[in-house]
């Protein structure tokens, strides 16, 4: 069992940046991939990024490539998605779930966070 618990989130003017935490509860964090995800109202969630379980291999969405960066730190058992160049329309709630794959499909992580809210005002 993992629960997993994101903060970060807030209000940001656009070009500004965030970062977000994803903190774990459960020895077993480090065998766990785990993945951003986001939800923008009236929006499926989708996928944003995950990270290996030594943070090694990392993959993320196309709208995320350049910008933004998933790190984790086994040993505080925290995944950080560090957000630069922020624009209205990363707008979400943004979520972290825990899986076993490297996997881009949300209905394929195991556990997931409440989630912490995005805002980018233009």
């Known amino acids: 069992q993992v629960q997993l618990v994101e903060s970060g989130g807030g209000l940001v003017q656009a070009g500004g940046s965030l970062r977000l935490s994803c903190a774990a509860s459960?020895?077993?964090?480090?065998?766990?991939?785990v993945g951003w995800f986001r939800q923008a109202p009236g929006k499926d969630r989708e996928f944003v990024a995950f990270?290996?379980?030594?943070?090694?291999?990392?993959n993320y969405a196309d709208s995320a490539k350049g910008r933004f960066t998933i790190t984790r730190d086994n040993a505080k058992n925290t995944v950080y998605l560090q957000m630069n160049s922020l624009k209205p329309e990363d707008t979400a709630v943004y979520y972290c779930?825990?899986?076993?794959?490297?996997?881009?499909?949300?209905?394929?992580?195991?556990?997931w966070g409440q989630g912490t809210q995005v805002t980018v005002s233009s």
């Open positions: 779930g825990a899986g076993r794959g490297y996997e881009l499909d949300s209905y394929k992580y195991d556990y």
């Open positions: 459960g020895r077993t964090f480090s065998s766990y991939v």
């Open positions: 990270a290996s379980r030594d943070g090694y291999i990392t």
